[in-house]
């Protein structure tokens, strides 16, 4: 099978490699796929809290190259999105911004699930937060 | 001296002609174009007197006499007239044939069909390695059974089935013995007479010659094999192949064939050195790699490795200008990663980050040395960009953690 040009470019110089520490409130981590099934997706983002805005994006995967390039390409559209506008990201933008082909189709669902746990993530860490923050102020005072 | 690339290291899914075999082929496109089966005159005794040096050149390679050889268009013919002419031939001796998991499309799925059609088959299980060993087949015959069909060399793996005590054990019961040869003629030494082989199917494209021919060995004596035919027509062949002789492609694989048995112990040992530098270049920079497949009892030529937590097709990405082949579900159209390896019981997160590399005729040791550095290069490339290498580095038990399977 041929690679569009934009895969290969992704492949051999993926955007945005590495990992942020998930003991960092204001990071939200994703992790989808399965070893069994040829790929792992592990997306991250760093947020704002105080604007919202996700400043910063990291992934690391295991699986073909256009599981790569769609991991890469995501933390791309990522960086500088707000949390609403990054979970309006659709997998069909990912196939097309790629030419994937339909058997590769599943690579995008898989980057779009990733983005949508990654949020998750962060949101119930923050949650968690703001429920144990009032608390310490209570027993402070 | 510099690198042609792409480098072609994939011999076991097809060789490149030799260009002594071309030579060979090339008048009798244009000059000796007679049907060999045209009796009446000299361009027909030209091509009938080709086809029958060729026929002698096949047979002799597997220790065969050239009355013995059918040709096919390759070996999947050969595998379907094998199974299906001596399944309808013989089913009123029996209905019941045993092969083996690991075998080829070729085999498998025409066992498929005799079983739709009322056949019974045993698809045996192999061990760790991919050998079928000689007491299952014992075990597994039964008054039924009238053929067992069990591969000499594995496509994917390289492993060597034992194929002379499958033979004997197939002799003692009074059972046809049928081998796809495909891969371990011109490789490994076989002989026909030696090894206990009724049937014996193999291609010239895998032994540097054309594609588009093959042949099926059928002994004519102690026991006289007989088939029904597949192709209905004019009675080539002995009436088990009708179909005008492709006299080229004959010549050709008669050329191949002949070249192939005076070559093969200098080429198998030079072939043997290769790979142990591949596979020690390779192993002794890499950690987590495995060997699929038998340690020793493979073919020279071949060796499949699993590079843990990478995919193997965004391996063969990374090593774009070396053509090999994975047992990784993205490179297959159905999506399922290798069977074969599964049947050895590898994982299917192993299935999916294997590479096959098959070293032939043509390959040097300086691309050995280029290829090592450019799988190495890659896997590292790729396992700082894998998450399970990750965790895997940080303590993490892969197999404890929930994965959402897709």
């Known amino acids: 099978m041929a690679y569009s040009s934009k895969v290969l470019d992704h492949y051999n110089n993926p955007r945005n490699v590495g990992s942020f520490s998930t003991a960092d409130p204001n990071v939200g981590t994703g992790l989808v796929g399965a070893p069994e099934c040829g790929d792992v997706l592990k997306l991250q983002i760093l947020v704002n809290p105080e604007t919202g805005i996700i400043e910063d994006a990291k992934f690391k995967t295991f699986g073909c190259g256009s599981a790569i390039a769609s991991s890469s390409l995501a933390t791309e559209w990522l960086r500088g999105k707000t949390i609403d506008e990054a979970l309006a990201i659709k997998n069909t933008e990912i196939v097309e911004e790629l030419a994937l082909p339909p058997v590769k189709v599943h690579c995008s669902v898989l980057a779009e699930d990733a983005i949508k746990a990654a949020i998750k993530n962060y949101q119930e860490k923050q949650a968690a937060r703001q429920a144990s923050q009032p608390q310490e102020e209570v027993v402070g005072a | ?406």
């Open chain 2, 1 to 406: 001296m510099t690198l042609k690339l792409p480098i072609y290291m994939d011999n076991n899914a097809t060789t490149r002609c030799d260009p002594r075999v071309v030579e060979a082929m090339l008048p009798y496109f244009t000059e000796k174009y007679g049907n060999a089966a045209s009796r009446n005159h000299a361009f027909g005794w030209e091509a009938e007197a080709a086809v029958e040096e060729a026929r002698a050149q096949v047979a002799s390679i597997i220790g065969a006499s050239a009355k013995e050889i059918v040709f096919t268009s390759g070996a999947t013919e050969s595998n379907n007239l094998a199974l299906k002419g001596v399944a309808s031939m013989y089913r009123k001796k029996g209905n019941h044939i045993i092969t083996a998991v690991t075998e080829h499309k070729a085999v498998i799925d025409p066992c498929k069909r005799l079983e739709r059609d009322g056949f019974q088959v045993t698809f045996l299980p192999v061990d760790r390695f991919g050998q079928v060993h000689p007491e299952q087949v014992a075990e597994a015959i039964t008054p039924q059974t009238i053929l067992v069909s069990i591969m000499a060399a594995n496509n994917e793996i390289g492993t060597l089935n034992p194929i002379r005590e499958i033979g004997r054990v197939c002799k003692e019961k009074g059972v046809l013995f049928h081998t796809d040869a495909v891969q371990a003629v011109g490789k490994v030494p076989i002989d026909v007479q030696e090894m206990g082989i009724d049937l014996l199917s193999l291609t010239a494209h895998k032994l540097y010659g054309p594609k588009g021919i093959g042949a099926l060995y059928v002994r004519k004596k102690d026991p006289r094999v007989r088939l029904d035919p597949i192709l209905d027509g004019g009675g080539h062949e002995r009436g088990m192949r009708s179909g005008t002789l492709a006299v080229p492609l004959i010549v050709g694989f008669g050329k191949a064939c002949d070249i192939a048995q005076r070559e093969m112990p200098e080429e198998a040992a030079r072939l043997l050195q290769l790979r142990e530098r591949l596979r020690e270049g390779i192993m002794s920079r890499l950690e987590e790699t495995y060997i699929n497949g038998h340690p020793t009892e493979r073919l020279p030529g071949n060796i499949n490795i699993s590079f843990a937590y990478v995919e193997g097709e965004a391996l063969m990405m990374g090593i774009k200008d070396v053509a090999v082949s994975s047992g990784s579900a993205c490179t297959s159209a159905s999506l399922e990663p290798s069977y074969v390896l599964r049947a050895l019981g590898v994982g299917d997160e192993l299935a999916h980050s294997s590479i096959r590399f098959g070293l032939g005729r043509f390959n040097t040791q300086e691309e050995v040395d280029f290829v090592i550095d450019q799988v190495v290069k890659a896997v590292t490339h790729l396992r700082e960009m894998s998450p399970l290498y990750e965790m895997a580095r940080s303590g993490i038990d892969l197999k404890s953690v929930q994965w959402a399977a897709h």
